[in-house]
């Protein structure tokens, strides 16, 4: 009997996990990159982050893995702890969806479940079908898990150790924390703890009572906040900060209510008298995490100082590598698409930089140590491209919808257009480098020239960019635009410099570095023009740059 118990709870365990993580998958495929867009709302105002952080929690079935997603995002500077303390109050209350579900006791719908949702998810070719399918078929094998579970400690309603047990806890609520803890931390599933609860429950109604159940709740909210805890391990600052206030925010919410369950029991009685345990756990818990969020909601001020208290210190900026990228973020290729675009626009302004520096040596004064931060910037570059390369190459090994999936293609060729401008930056300064070296002179009528094209060649990169960053279209018919005004000023530049050459107004080494300045100016803006077909989906051939 005994093993038939704990083969029949690991069993329900494992079905009731595996079809809440089906259900979760599909229904983030369901929704597609309108998770992606309910996070972009994300303001200052809590209130907002409480709405998204439900919604994104009860779309992803999971707290742990929205907390996640903003320490990673706090990690690569996307939000500030304030907004993410919002979001984490609201994935406590959405989380809690998961438990009303389970509440239904849908026992008897578990099978015709299982057969619906797989039949709809074999025989749909639509994917928004395929996803509903297997939503379907998740809720289905999880409610199969509760039973299995449900039907295996069914015995103990009449062990006398077991009401004993359930007694001290009622007695000793930090007991029934520990208990609820310590379970979370095990199976890494506040909502697989909570099946397990009502699966007994639902079997010894009259030793499992409010009393038992509400301390398990508080350890069990506490305990799901471990996942956010390591995931900010190596993170920066405040990031850190974001895990540990959603720990604060648990472990203080049970601080609060332990000395008040009494009311507190009384309170979830009253509002649903003629429910059954199960129902009531699930309003407990529901309660218990709307109220703390009411309470602390008003406080994320206070909330933000003391975990900024906990965690000192300063997040310092070192350009040693990616920014962004994050590979907690693959299972969710719109927000995986959305990091790498990032570091992309971020490889953009870092070569911005660089063209500024070679346009410094070149009209102005060259000098060793431009040379030497162009360099290093280049390093850096050159570093970028390949772990934007290496990220996008797994994101694409996930499973994209069709419209990803060109997003991805045209993120691969837009890192490489970028990381190429860069080296024609490096080339730049190369050649101011050897007009230095060869002590060759430009006339003014050249480096006004010069500064001429280098505007242009700035101005078509700056909005290659932001048409990059943006996906803004009025941005990249100004890159089509620019595109022609660069190339008509280059060949008629050229053709001026030539005749500057035969006038004898211009040595015959600057002309050599003139046109080949020109050829490279030229090259930033096909380049720039590849990134506005990227983000346009043009369908044309490609713009390659000029040997």
């Known amino acids: 009997m005994e093993r038939s118990m704990i083969f029949g709870i690991f069993g329900g365990l494992g079905l009731f996990l595996y079809g809440m993580n089906l259900a979760g998958d599909g229904l983030k495929r369901a929704a597609g990159d309108r998770m992606r867009n309910i996070l972009e709302v994300l303001t200052s105002t809590p209130i907002k982050g409480v709405v998204v952080g439900a919604i994104v929690t009860a779309i992803m079935q999971s707290s742990s893995a929205t907390t996640v997603m903003l320490v990673s995002f706090v990690n690569a500077g996307l939000m500030t702890l304030r907004q993410a303390l919002g979001v984490i109050m609201g994935a406590n209350i959405g989380t809690t969806i998961t438990a009303q579900l389970i509440a239904f006791n849908l026992a008897d719908y578990a099978l015709p479940a299982i057969g619906i949702g797989f039949l709809i998810h074999l025989v749909s070719r639509r ?17 199969l898990g509760l039973t299995v579970m449900s039907t295996s400690v069914a015995p103990l309603r009449d062990s006398p150790a077991f009401g004993r047990a359930m007694r001290a806890f009622g007695a000793t609520p930090i007991l029934g924390v520990l208990i609820g803890l310590v379970t979370t931390l095990v199976v890494q599933s506040s909502a697989a703890t909570i099946g397990m609860l009502m699966a007994v429950a639902i079997a010894s109604p009259d030793v499992i009572t409010l009393e038992v159940a509400i301390p398990i709740l508080l350890g069990d909210n506490i305990g799901t906040c471990v996942t956010a805890m390591l995931s900010g391990i190596g993170a920066n600052v405040t990031a850190r900060r974001t895990a540990t206030a959603h720990l604060m925010f648990n472990v203080f919410g049970a601080v609060i209510f332990l000395p008040l369950l009494k009311p507190f029991q009384w309170v979830v009685a009253a509002a649903s008298p003629a429910a059954g345990i199960q129902r009531q756990i699930a309003n407990a818990h529901t309660m218990f995490n709307v109220l703390n969020t009411a309470i602390w909601l008003p406080a994320a001020g206070f909330l933000e100082r003391i975990v900024t208290w906990l965690v000192p210190g300063e997040d310092v900026v070192v350009e040693i590598g990616p920014k962004y990228l994050d590979r907690r973020m ?20 870092i070569v911005q ?20 931060e162009l360099e290093s910037r280049e390093e850096l570059i050159d570093n970028l491209n390949r772990e ?62 010069l500064h001429r094209v280098f505007d242009l060649a700035e101005k078509i990169l700056a909005r290659g960019i932001v048409a990059l960053r943006d996906d803004d279209m009025e941005a990249v018919r100004d890159v089509y635009d620019i595109h022609r005004a660069l190339d008509e000023s280059t060949d008629m530049l050229r053709a001026n410099h030539i005749q500057r050459l035969n006038e004898g107004k211009c040595i015959p080494g600057s002309g050599v570095i003139f046109v080949e300045l020109m050829n490279s100016l030229e090259r930033i803006g096909d380049l720039a023009v590849n990134l506005a077909d990227a983000v346009s989906g043009k369908k044309s051939p490609r713009v390659e740059p000029r040997n």
């Open 330 to 349: 693959l299972g969710t290729p719109g927000i995986a698409l959305d990091l790498a675009a990032a570091e992309t626009v971020r490889m953009g302004e």
């Open 353 to 372: 930089e660089m063209l500024g520096q070679s346009r410094t040596a070149l009209t102005e004064a060259y000098t060793s140590k431009l040379d030497s």
């Open 127 to 143: 994917r928004v079908w395929k996803s509903t399918g297997q939503v379907i078929l998740g809720f289905g094998i999880l409610f």
């Open 388 to 449: 934007v390369v290496l990220y996008l190459s797994m994101v694409a090994q996930t499973s994209l919808n069709e419209a990803q999936s060109r997003r991805l293609a045209g993120l691969m060729h837009a890192v490489g257009d970028v990381e190429r401008i860069g080296d024609v930056a490096e080339q730049l300064m190369f050649y101011a480098r050897e007009k230095f070296d060869q002590n060759i002179p430009f006339s003014e009528t050249a480096v006004q020239e």
